[in-house]
């Protein structure tokens, strides 16, 4: 299993670009996650999901989207890029049953630069 | 979801044991903590889990008291490679979709 991949790895956005940022898992977890982390701080989640077209807000939704068509793929959209998105984004999954808590597995990150 | 607040950061040298408290005085009856590491520019790893009492692995301890409203995270004679963020969750099995992490803990290891 490849576990969670996320690509790209690095990205620089012009301000008022947009791009995607793809995360792909192979466990076949019904719950995603996004999260931002900026330089010295914590994890901030964005979005999650509870499974294919389930999404819902986390603690800083604004200026990004998600869908969510398929178990394995999680997109991450920016719009109308600023400054403020730069940072490092990782994409989490869990599998989510009725017998314990599971963990989540995160992949590798993408840092994303907006100059 | 029980908020958590941890030490900001912590110093040690190698060789010593290490504990990093997390309080979490709203935590449910079906709450579980877990304990995740992130090393810079990688993305948090689980490392431990446990509902209450003591549970250990090959890597860390987890101490939990009977009332439930903290947990210790223990790590046996530390590394200058166990120098991390290490983040205290709380969650459970029917009540939490969001995953929301504190602010965590800085340990800087020295030789």
Known sequence: NAGVTQTPKFRILKIGQSMTLQCTQDMNHNYMYWYRQDPGMGLKLIYYSVGAGITDKGEVPNGYNVSRSTTEDFPLRLELAAPSQTSVYFCASRFRDRGRFNEQFFGPGTRLTVL | ?111
Request: hydrophobic share 30%; with cysteine.
């Open chain 2, 1 to 111: 979801l029980a908020k958590t607040t941890q030490p900001i950061s912590m110093d040690s040298y190698e060789g010593q044991e290490v504990n990093i408290t997390c309080s979490h005085n709203n935590i449910a009856t079906n709450d579980y903590i877990t304990w995740y590491q992130q090393f810079p520019s990688q993305g948090p790893r689980f490392i431990i889990q446990g509902y209450k009492t003591k549970v250990t692995n090959e890597v860390a301890s987890l101490f939990i008291p009977a009332d439930r409203k903290s947990s210790t995270l223990s790590l046996p004679r530390v590394s200058l490679s166990d120098t991390a963020v290490y983040y205290c969750l709380v969650g459970g099995t029917y009540n939490t979709d969001k995953l929301i992490f504190g602010t965590g803990t800085r340990l800087q290891v020295f030789p």
